[in-house]
């Protein structure tokens, strides 16, 4: 039971979330909601190689939302001076990283920001193809060190031991 607390805690939030307000009541009843819902449908213990680096998940997580910003200001240039006739790319990036966790979070933070997301995952060649509005052949190549750079941000995240190993290798290169 102790394994599954922080689903109880999820699930106690999403009810009090889903309520609208916070009082002693919401929170008891969401709490005993949450745990009958985990004591009647257990779910395995998923084990995975992730390690949570606290001050690492806060300055990606202002990396994202900054990228958010700047993103967002992008495309709105590339409507108003270009309208539908702004140019795009697509760009494969070949991962550093084999992890298929470093690649859920990856894709999603690349196309949670506008102007750009990740069409296919060659997951056996470790290969995003990112589309990528606004961008002439002569940056594709800045888009390519963004996506890299992103990628050593969540590994130094989440990664595991041996992700941070393999990206600090590649940098030495």
């Known amino acids: ?21 916070f009082d002693i009541g919401t929170f008891f009843f969401g709490l005993v909601v949450a745990v009958l819902v985990v004591v009647a449908f257990p779910t395995p213990v998923i084990r995975t190689n992730v390690v949570l680096r606290p001050v690492r998940v806060v300055q990606l997580a ?9 993103s967002t200001l992008r495309v709105a240039w590339q409507a108003v001076r270009y309208g539908p006739n702004a140019e795009a790319s697509i760009v494969s990036v070949r991962l550093r990283t084999d992890s298929d966790h470093i690649a859920a979070i990856l894709a999603n933070a690349i196309s949670l ?6 069409m296919h995952l060659d997951r056996p060649n470790r290969l995003f193809y990112v589309y990528a509005l606004g961008t ?6 800045q888009v390519r060190q963004d996506v890299l750079k992103l990628e050593k941000k969540v590994v130094r995240a989440v990664g595991s031991p041996r992700d941070l190993q393999r990206i600090l290798q590649e940098e030495a290169k």
């Open 1 to 21: 039971m102790l394994a599954r607390l922080p689903m109880v805690a999820w699930l106690t939030l999403v009810w009090v979330l889903l309520w609208g307000t």
């Open 62 to 70: 202002l990396y994202v939302a900054w990228d958010l910003v700047v």
């Open 113 to 118: 920001a506008p102007g750009q997301f990740v």
């Open 136 to 141: 002439t052949e002569s940056g594709v190549e």
